[in-house]
Structure formats: C-alpha cells, structure tokens
C-alpha cells in the first residue's frame, strides 16, 4: 500500500491565524481526499482533492475556509483559514489506490489546537 | 444516501474471549464493507473489506467479518481477544459507483487482562 506522510503531525495555533497540512504519497495515486475527526467523534470529509483543478466540497465545508490544492498524482495541501478553537481537530490525508475496490489509506494525521 | 451506525460505543471483553462489534449499514446498491482501527495518536490502519464473494472475509490481525445481507450488517469478530486488540474501530461504506466511503461513529474496544 501507498506511503502517505502528513506534515505537521501536531501543532498549536492562535485564533485568527491560517495553518496548511501537506500530504505527500510515495506513489501516484487516483483520489485524495481530506477528512477531519474531531474531538472523540467520526472521520467526516472535507473535500475530494482533484489533481489539476478545484476540490470538490462536502456540505457544510467551503473553500474559503478550508482552502485544497493537488498540483500533481502525489501531493496534496489542505489549509485551515482563520482558525478558531472549533477548528481543533485531527486532519487526515487518505488516497485510494484502485478504483474498483476503494479502500482508503490514510496518513497519521495531523493534530491542531487552536487556542 | 450510504449510512453506517455502530450501536454500540464500547465493547468490554476479557482476553481470551471471543469478540464481536457490531455494524449495520443502508446503501442503494451493492455495497463495499471495510473495518478499520485507530490506536491512540495514530491514523486509521485498514483492517479487511468486503466487495464480493464468500461472506466471511479474513483481515489483519486475525480479525474476520460476517457479510449478511438480509440484516445489512457487517459484524466484526476474532475468535480469541488480546489486549493489544484494544482500540477504537470504524466501520464504513461505500455505495459502487461513488467513491466517498462513509464511516459510522466508532466504537471503542476494551480487551481486559
């Protein structure tokens, strides 16, 4: 399976400022997508990360606030605009590998506190 | 719409023990099954899936799952519970044809000395 490495795995931020997350994947890969996981909750998705064009959005997340880009088939960054403490959450980079059986791998994530 | 529920938030078992936790999922179509674990300050790890074919399907760590489709469930079991089992385990689905993979809530595994 895929290597997929998350930078940072944890950091503390101040209300109001912007933090971006890279995703690095060993091997090319067809989908990325971003998920958040908050505080002892699910994994819920951001975005589908689309190579070359604009991320494709869940409901409840727009692009203001979570910008997403995935300028090729092994990189992906996902920012958090103007944080505030609701934002503290795990942040999971995942690919999916083969197209017609769709398990996900994911990265460690990455652990941000907004303070 | 796909959904998943995990009935249950904890599962208690004793080592040595036989464990099951549970999940129940509603799709349109046909759909893919897969069990993943989270330990502590980590990612998720893909434990097994479901796409077709035998109804039991054998994972990592010796961890199998019960497809049945009549009661849209897609139980996780092991027959014998370590405690290094204990860890929070997500059940999700994916409707084919879609590639967003919904995952239930997770439910929280206990495996006592």
């Known amino acids: 399976s895929a290597v997929i490495s998350q930078k940072p795995s944890r950091d503390i931020c101040q209300r109001g400022t912007s933090l971006t997350i890279q995703c690095q994947v060993d091997s090319q890969v067809t989908m990325m997508f971003w998920y958040r996981q908050q505080p002892g909750q699910s994994l819920t998705l951001i975005a589908t990360a689309n190579q070359g064009s604009e991320a494709t959005y869940e409901s409840g997340f727009v692009i203001d606030k979570f910008p997403i880009s995935r300028p090729n088939l092994t990189f992906s960054t996902l920012t958090v605009s103007n944080m505030s403490p609701e934002d503290s959450s795990i942040y999971l980079c995942?690919?999916?590998?083969?197209?017609?059986?769709?398990?996900?791998?994911f990265g460690e994530g990455s652990r941000l506190t907004v303070l | 719409a796909q959904s998943v529920a995990q009935p249950e938030d904890q599962v208690n078992v004793a080592e040595g023990n036989p464990l099951t936790v549970k999940c129940t999922y509603s799709?349109?179509?046909?759909?893919?099954l897969f069990w993943y674990v989270q330990y502590p300050n980590r990612g998720l790890q893909f434990l097994l899936k479901y796409i077709t074919g035998d109804n039991l399907v054998k994972g990592s760590y010796g961890f199998e799952a019960e497809f049945n489709k009549s009661q849209t469930s897609f139980h996780l079991k092991k027959p014998s519970a370590l405690v290094s089992d204990s860890a929070l385990y997500f059940c999700?689905?994916?409707?084919?044809?879609?590639?967003?993979?919904?995952f239930g809530t997770g439910t929280r595994l206990l495996v006592s000395p």
């Open positions: 995942s690919v999916v590998e083969a197209l017609n059986t769709g398990e996900l791998f």
């Open positions: 999700a689905v994916r409707e084919w044809g879609f590639q967003k993979l919904v």
């Open positions: 799709v349109s179509g046909n759909p893919y």
